[in-house]
């Protein structure tokens, strides 16, 4: 490992050379992150040797813990027998043998899988395949996806062009005539003395009259994520996945479930769409999980009704041009196989059920302190709000840092949350026990205490 010393050093480099996401051009050359080289279970261990419990799980990614050898010889074993094939001309058994047991997991008849690189890859290609369709269909004006102000589907140009956060919008171009945002579905935020059914309705009908305004003719799909995650853990209110679906079938509009961060246990189950939210929708986009973040990959799973209605007698003599060089990457696919076989054997979907009572509980329990506006989660996912006055509407106006100061005092005691902007969201790794749950919110619990007198 590298020695405590060499870090200024690689610092330098890190700066000089490493252009990071979502870099700030002010700061860039000048920051000090945080290295972090080694890692086990739900720990990782930074460079001054401290020892965090890894809150979002790097990037709500890595389900099984760090340090599992088994995954990590699985594929250094894909990678001894047979690195890489071409998914153009060849195929090979690791990709086909996890597409199988991908498809195996779905719900419905969602059951051909597009291997990506990633999320963003796979929410790409998921726009570009409806998009695709309707052409071979004969409808090629057809074209427009519904999104939601908060979303995040990613950082390709298509992937961020469906993206709703406004404050990534700034500085980047989008292809602003494929995408329209319904307004935000958090229900804590609705007017006052509306109730949530009514919210509810009001969601619908933002989702109907859209279509309506643009014409069915031009909506080619919906995208929604189960909840939005990195929007700040937006649990829609119940019903509401369903009934967006029941109006997308009325309108000939196709829906795509983005469980990038649902999928893969995070909601106790191998897919939040039908186990959690009670629909099968026409594709689901997912990553990060189906690896346990060991290596890139992502997957676009589309259903069999949607391929048959443009494949054979109805091609058209039609391709799908659209694919990448590390599509059903062997030693990728080697690690989701070995991380699923994980999965089955550890029972992680039944840890995942029985633990998140109690961490949704601790999480609920937040909300006592004063400066704690709102609390949000679902399964073994969590965001903490604060606004000053702890009242919902305001916002944080007066110290919108308030997220990174919980995670700041939080880190020295042991825990590393995601701070963004006065929230901190958490999603650790799926093995997380009773006993650590208790332990990251008896640190928040202290952490926010702290983060409150320091803005007092
Ligand atoms: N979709 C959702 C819901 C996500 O949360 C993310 C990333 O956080 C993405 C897509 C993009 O995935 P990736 O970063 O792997 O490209």
């Not at 610092?11 to 490493?18: E, L, P, T």
């Not at 990506?116 to 052409?135: E, I, L, M, Y």
């Not at 189906?290 to 039609?318: F, K």
């Amino acid at each position: 490992m590298t020695r405590l010393n060499d870090f200024e050093t690689i610092r330098q480099w890190d700066n000089a050379n490493f252009v990071h996401p979502w870099e700030g051009m002010g700061e860039i050359g000048n920051n000090r992150r945080t290295f972090t080289e080694a890692a086990s279970g739900i720990h990782i261990t930074t460079e001054t040797g401290k020892r965090l419990i890894d809150g979002p799980a790097g990037m709500w990614c890595v389900q099984v813990g760090y340090g599992n050898t088994e995954i990590a010889d699985a594929m250094a074993e894909q990678a001894r027998d047979m690195a890489y094939f071409s998914p153009f001309s060849n195929t090979n058994s690791a990709p086909a043998r996890l597409a199988h047991e991908v498809a195996r997991r779905t719900p419905g008849d969602l059951n051909r899988v597009f291997f990506t690189t990633g999320g963003s890859t796979a929410v790409d290609t998921a726009v570009r395949f409806v998009q695709f369709r309707n052409n071979v269909l004969g409808k090629p004006e057809k074209k427009v996806i519904i999104s939601r102000q908060k979303a995040y589907h990613g950082s390709t140009y298509l992937a961020a062009s469906v993206s709703g956060k406004e404050r990534d919008k700034g500085w980047l171009d989008q292809a602003q005539e494929l995408a329209y945002f319904l307004p935000n579905v958090n229900s804590h935020i609705r007017p006052d003395g509306m109730s949530i059914a009514d919210f509810l309705d009001e969601k619908i009908a933002d989702l109907e009259n859209a279509i309506h305004d643009i014409g069915a003719n031009k909506v080619a799909a919906f995208i929604a994520e189960p909840l939005l995650a990195s929007g700040g853990v937006i649990v829609p209110p119940e019903g509401y996945h369903k009934r967006c679906l029941e109006v997308c079938r009325k309108h000939d509009v196709l829906y795509i479930s983005d469980e990038v961060v649902t999928g893969w246990g995070r909601l106790g189950h191998w897919f939040a769409s039908e186990e959690v939210f009670d629909i099968v929708p026409d594709i689901i986009t997912t990553a990060k999980g189906l690896t346990s973040g060991y290596v890139p990959m992502g997957a676009c799973i589309i259903s069999d009704a949607l391929i048959d209605s443009i494949s054979g007698d109805n091609s058209q003599g039609a391709t799908f041009s659209n694919g990448f060089t590390y599509s059903g990457h062997p030693v990728s696919a080697a690690a989701a196989l070995k991380n699923i076989e994980i999965f089955e054997r550890d029972g992680i979907l039944d840890h995942v059920r029985s633990v998140a009572p109690l961490f949704q509980e601790r999480l609920d329990a937040l909300r006592d302190h004063p400066i704690v506006s709102d609390t949000r989660g679902m399964g073994l996912v969590g965001c903490v709000e604060c606004s000053i006055d702890g009242s919902v509407k305001n916002g944080l106006e007066q110290d919108r840092a308030i997220g990174a100061r919980i995670d700041h005092h939080c880190q020295d005691m042991g825990l590393l949350l995601r701070p963004l902007i006065n929230m901190c969201v958490f999603s650790p790794p799926l093995i997380i026990s009773e006993d650590q749950i208790n332990q990251m919110f008896d640190i928040m619990e202290k952490g926010i205490a702290l983060a409150a007198a320091e803005i007092q």
